[in-house]
C-alpha cells in the first residue's frame, strides 16, 4: 500500500509539472507523460507476478491446458497495453487514434481467444451428445 501512495503522489506531481510544461513545450509535457506512465506501468507489472503464480497453481490443480491460462493472461495484457496507449494518444490531442487502438486491442484479444471458444464449443458439443 506504501509504494502505491508514492507513486500516486508522483503521478500527481508529474501532472503539475506536465500541466505546467503544456504553456512552454508541449511535446516535453507529452514524453514527460509518457515516462510517468513507462514507470507506473513497470511497477504495475510487478504487481501481476502474484496473479501469474495463482494461476500456475490453478492450472496444475484443474489440470486445464496450459495454454488456456496463457491464453487469459496475454490477454489481459494487451488490454492493458492497449488502453494505456490509447490514452496517451488521446492527451496528446490524437483522440482518433486512442479509439482505433482500443479498437485494435479487441480485436486482437478476440482473435487470441479463438481457441478458447473452441474448447469451449468442444465441451458444449460433447455434453450435448452424452445426453
Known amino acids: 500500500m506504501d509504494i502505491f501512495l508514492k507513486i500516486t ?13 503544456t504553456k512552454q513545450n508541449k511535446d516535453m509535457a507529452t514524453l514527460l507523460s509518457i515516462g510517468i506512465c513507462c514507470m507506473v506501468a513497470i511497477v504495475a507489472f510487478s504487481y501481476f507476478q502474484p496473479v501469474l503464480d495463482f494461476l500456475s497453481r490453478m492450472q496444475a490443480l484443474t489440470g486445464v491446458d496450459k495454454d488456456l491460462f496463457y491464453i487469459l493472461t496475454k490477454a489481459v495484457g494487451i488490454a492493458l497495453i492497449g488502453e494505456l496507449a490509447s490514452t496517451v494518444c488521446t492527451d496528446a490531442g490524437y483522440g482518433a487514434m486512442g479509439k482505433v487502438l482500443q479498437i485494435l486491442s479487441a480485436c486482437v484479444i478476440l482473435w487470441l481467444s479463438l481457441p478458447l471458444f473452441t474448447k469451449l464449443m468442444d465441451l458444449i458439443e460433447s455434453v450435448l451428445n452424452n445426453q
Not at 9 to 21: D, K, M, N
Open 9 to 21: 503522489a508522483c503521478v500527481f506531481v508529474g501532472v503539475i509539472i506536465c500541466l505546467v510544461l
